[in-house]
């Protein structure tokens, strides 16, 4: 191939070239499904891990429900603010799709004329997975995986170098994690502050009224006296 040529002994485009074809040689339905889960179907996932394990945290409840419901709001925060941190970078770098300076690749998805590096399929998957670990380890590493195969997905569609991937791996992992002590400090009060709430409460705990009647008793976690057995005791003691 004339890509091959040219691309010497670049590791990025030999790698790009093994990978991209898989998909030369797999059946056309194949080929179909990873443009699918490619493009949409691993961020979509993904997402779903993270409605489900803020599910399970809010039915859970517990002193703990409110912090928990924190991380997994940062981790769509996490995602978005590394997309908006890639713009610049793809308009520093500027570097063209694959199939603009290679030949003979098969491209999976027609219409991406915008910049390669870095990837934001790439950094908004990782960003969600890490997010996700942060809250949750167990969910978090199958986001990971995900991610990671999403990333492999894209190279084989042809619409992006590995190293795009890879840089958007490190950018969506950085964000998530080195912002991540700012955001809980700023979204665990918040969030707090919904569980308080009788309205919408039960989107940080679906026992959040019952907490927020113990929270404020004398003792906290203490039942509070009704009414007729205080007046009760009055009567004893006159």
């Known amino acids: 191939m004339a890509g091959l040529a040219e691309s010497g002994s670049n590791p990025d485009v030999e ?25 949409y179907g691993l961020l979509f996932a993904i997402v779903l891990l993270v409605l489900w394990c803020w599910w399970g945290v ?6 703990d429900a409110a912090s928990n419901v924190a991380a997994l709001v940062w981790a769509p925060l996490a995602a ?38 870095v990837s934001d399929h790439a950094t908004l998957c990782m960003a969600l ?5 942060v809250a949750n380890r167990k ?6 995986v995900l991610a990671l195969f999403g990333g492999f997905a894209r190279v084989y569609m042809g ?15 950085a964000v998530a994690l080195l912002l991540s002590p700012v955001a809980m400090a700023l979204l665990t009060p918040l969030t ?6 009788p309205r919408v409460g039960w989107l940080v705990s679906a026992r959040g009224r019952a907490g927020a009647a113990g929270r404020g008793a004398v003792i906290p976690g ?3 006296e009704s009414a007729s057995e205080a007046s009760g005791e009055r009567d004893l003691a006159a």
Request: hydrophobic share 45%; proline share 5%; charged share 25%.
């Open 58 to 63: 809010r039915r859970r409840g517990g002193e």
């Open 139 to 144: 969910f978090g590493i199958a986001a990971i």
């Open 222 to 224: 203490a039942r509070k």
């Open 15 to 39: 790698l790009l070239y093994d990978i991209n074809g898989l998909a030369k040689d797999a059946p056309h339905w194949f080929d179909r499904v990873m443009e699918f889960v490619g493009e």
């Open 129 to 133: 997975a890490v997010g996700l670990f």
């Open 80 to 117: 978005g603010v590394a997309v908006l941190v890639n713009v610049p970078i793809r308009g520093f770098v500027e570097r063209p799709r694959p199939f603009k300076s290679h030949d003979g690749l098969e491209v999976l998805v027609e219409g991406k004329n915008d910049f390669s590096f």
């Open 192 to 197: 707090r502050a919904v569980e308080r709430s």
């Open 159 to 173: 619409v992006h170098y590995p190293t795009d991937v890879v840089g958007g791996f490190a950018l969506g992992t």
